[in-house]
Structures are given as structure tokens and as C-alpha cells.
């Protein structure tokens, strides 16, 4: 018969990932500054050299973007289906809050982007760059942050930029898809179909999804789909129960590999992502060229749209009744946590690679629109935190 895995298993590893996320957050935050005085100094040469490259047929900024950040989203998937089988997420109940509001901090972020380019259809394919969340990137400044924010409200922002990467994942899916080729793309689907087959026949052998895991991110690359989501549809097919006698404390397939990906994506994955992606020469940046539609739309988004579109969502499904406020959180707490979310950072980064891709001159128009909304929002949410009073001091008042 199939057994859940142990629930103190699942709070390892779900402890493991918030402090993982915090702790490379923050690395990920000194990696940036390293990245942008890179860029601004005198190894700037070299550095964007290094970046261009070609290694097997490829350029280094390519391998990362293409190949590291598959590994990375295959940790998004593995957290995704982790949480809404038998963690954060599992029953409605559970999905409501982080839902409704990750929806608000989704739309609101795309109108404002959308309002700021409606008649440049060249750069209207952006209007997604400023609907994701960096889970590390908040979680980090929440880490800083300590006791002074209730572990519910870092619950709610782990559960709602979990799905806000669902939703970055249909969007690049569905939107940001260059021309199909079927003998690919049919390629991969067999291989999928076999995955599901190994994972209906009980095989929890981890060797043999990662190497169909394998022909499954070349031939997704090959198919005109983006390769990350290989990652996304690999962390899909692997078992999430173990297959053996009730109370073994054998681990499962999805939980083992979660567990061994979290230190690898938080500390290496997600900082060369962002030390290769981040790095923008400011030389010859005016304050005209932030006023830009592209950069305006998207730090805009980030910082307005984000916090609008998650307080207004989540104060309305709970003054609703729909659902409840976090344990032992304030209604300034919970807006606090919605200014976080503006911190757009490697999602947003990586969805504007996508949507520019034949339009390399507007990659530091979106680098720079991230940097000044994911920075604005990290300081003013972290403010808000630092100064809010916790329930106990305002009188117990949750709503």
C-alpha cells in the first residue's frame, strides 16, 4: 500500500527550505551588489565577455539561463506539488488566503505595466515581468527581520510565492513559447508518459527519473517549449509516497530530492543566476531613461501593483470571510509582507529574458526596472516590519 512520508520528515524538510531560502536570499543580495559593481568597474570587460562565451555550442549566459535555472525550476515544481498534496496547500481552506492574494499580485502588477506600454506592442510582451515574487529574496529580508515577524505571516509569504511561481510557470507555458516542433515536442510527451507510467508502478528509484529527466530537458529544448520547464514537468511525475509497509520511515522520491536540491539551488543556482543576470553598466544612464515605459512599468508594478493587488485581494477575502488572517499577525503585518512581495528579482529577471529575447537592447530596461522596484520594496516593507507592533502590543487585534 502507499504511505505518506513522515510528517517529521516533511517538517524537516519544509524547515530546511525557509531557512535555505532566508539564508540565500541573503547571499543573494550581496550577490547582486557584486554583480552591478562588476559591471560599473574596470573588470567589466571581462565580465560581460565571460558571460558571451560559447561552451559546447552554447554561451555561458545561455547554460545558466537555460540549463542551472531547469534545476531550479524543478525545485519550484517539487515545492509546488509537495505543498498542495500534503503540506501548506493541501486542502481550499488552506489555499484561499495565499491564493486570492497571490492572484491580486498578479493582475494588479500587469495592468500597471500594461497602462504604461498599451501602445508599444513591442514592449507590451513584458506586462508578466513584474507579476512574480522572489521567495528567497523576501524570505532573506524576513530572516533579518528575526522574531519580530509571527512564523504565520512567513507561512502566508512561502504559500503565496509558491503559487505566485505556479502562475510564472503557466505564464512562460503559455505566453512566452516560440514556434513548436512536433517531433520534439512529441518526443518529450512519450517520455513524460513514461515517467507516469514508472511512478504508477511503484518505482521510487531517483537514478531513473533523473536520467529521463534528462532526455526530457533536451528534447523540451529542442521542441520550441523553454528547457526550465522540463524541470517543472520532471518534479510532476516523482513519487510523493513511498510504496511499502505502514510507519516505514523510508523517505519519498519527491521528499529526498527536495531535501538534497534546497542547499544546491539556494547557495549556488539562484546567486549565478543572479551575479550573471544582474549586472547592469550604468554608464550613460540618465534619469529620462528611468522614465522609460519599460523600467517605469515594471518598477511600478513591482513596488505599487504588488502591494495594492496582495493587500487589497487578502484584506478583502478575510473582511469576506472567505478566509482568515494569519495567526497572531496584524492587518500592518500582513501589508508589511505585501510590500515584500514586490521584490521581483530572479523570476522577473528571468521572465523578461523571455520576453525580449530578440530584443537584447531592452534587457537593461528591465534589469534596471527590477533593480529599482525589488529594492524599493525590500526597503519599505523591511521598514514596516521593523517599526509594526506585534498583535500582543496592539491590543491582540488580528483583523
Not at 518526443?187 to 515517467?195: F, I, K, S, Y
Not at 501593483?305 to 487589497?312: E, P
Not at 537593461?364 to 533593480?371: A, N, R
Request: charged share 10%; proline share 5%; glycine share 10%.
Amino acid at each position: 500500500m502507499y504511505t505518506k512520508a513522515p510528517s517529521s520528515s516533511l517538517r524537516l524538510v519544509l524547515q530546511e527550505f525557509v531557512t535555505h531560502q532566508a539564508a540565500g536570499g541573503v547571499l543573494l543580495m550581496a550577490v547582486t551588489v557584486a554583480a552591478l559593481w562588476t559591471a560599473n568597474s574596470s573588470l567589466a570587460p571581462q565580465y560581460f565577455a565571460a558571460l558571451q562565451s560559447e561552451l559546447l555550442g552554447l554561451s555561458v549566459l545561455h547554460w545558466v539561463n537555460d540549463g542551472l535555472m531547469a534545476v531550479f525550476f524543478l525545485l519550484v515544481g517539487l515545492e509546488i506539488k509537495r505543498e498542495m498534496v500534503l503540506g501548506e496547500l493541501k486542502t481550499w481552506t488552506d489555499r484561499a488566503l495565499p491564493g486570492i492574494a497571490a492572484l491580486g499580485g498578479m493582475v494588479v502588477p500587469a495592468l500597471i505595466y500594461v497602462a504604461f506600454n498599451f501602445s508599444t506592442p513591442d514592449t507590451l510582451r513584458g506586462w508578466a515581468i513584474p507579476s512574480a515574487t522572489d521567495i528567497a529574496f523576501a524570505l532573506g529580508v524576513l530572516a533579518l527581520l528575526g522574531s519580530r515577524v509571527p512564523p504565520s505571516l512567513k507561512i502566508f509569504l512561502t504559500a503565496l510565492a509558491i503559487l505566485d511561481d505556479l502562475g510564472a510557470v503557466l505564464i512562460i507555458a503559455v505566453f512566452y513559447t516560440s514556434q513548436l516542433h512536433a517531433p520534439y515536442l512529441l518526443g518529450a510527451a512519450a517520455v513524460l508518459a513514461l515517467l507516469y507510467v514508472l511512478n504508477r508502478a511503484g518505482v521510487e528509484r531517483l537514478a531513473v527519473y533523473l536520467a529521463l529527466g534528462i532526455a526530457l530537458w533536451v528534447l523540451v529544448l529542442k521542441s520550441g517549449v523553454h528547457a526550465t520547464l522540463a524541470g517543472v514537468a520532471l518534479a510532476m511525475t516523482l513519487p510523493i509516497h513511498t510504496r511499502g509497509a505502514l510507519g516505514s520511515t523510508r523517505e519519498a522520491p519527491l521528499v529526498r530530492l527536495e531535501h538534497g536540491l534546497q542547499p544546491w539551488v539556494a547557495f549556488l543556482v539562484v546567486p549565478i543566476f543572479g551575479f550573471a543576470n544582474a549586472g547592469v553598466s550604468f554608464k550613460g544612464i540618465t534619469p529620462s531613461a528611468l522614465m522609460a515605459a519599460v523600467p517605469l512599468g515594471i518598477a511600478l508594478g513591482l513596488f505599487v501593483g504588488k502591494q495594492v493587488g496582495i493587500f487589497v485581494f487578502a484584506w478583502g477575502a478575510i473582511r469576506s470571510k472567505i478566509a482568515v488572517m494569519p495567526a497572531n499577525a496584524t492587518t500592518t503585518q500582513l501589508y508589511g509582507v505585501a510590500l515584500l512581495c514586490g521584490i521581483g528579482f530572479t523570476m522577473s529577471l528571468f521572465i523578461g529574458l523571455l520576453a525580449f529575447q530578440s530584443s537584447p537592447a531592452l534587457h537593461d530596461s528591465v534589469k534596471l526596472g527590477v533593480l529599482c522596484g525589488s529594492f524599493l520594496s525590500a526597503i519599505a516593507g523591511a521598514l514596516l516590519l521593523g517599526i509594526a507592533k506585534p498583535a500582543a502590543e496592539a491590543g491582540g487585534q488580528s483583523g
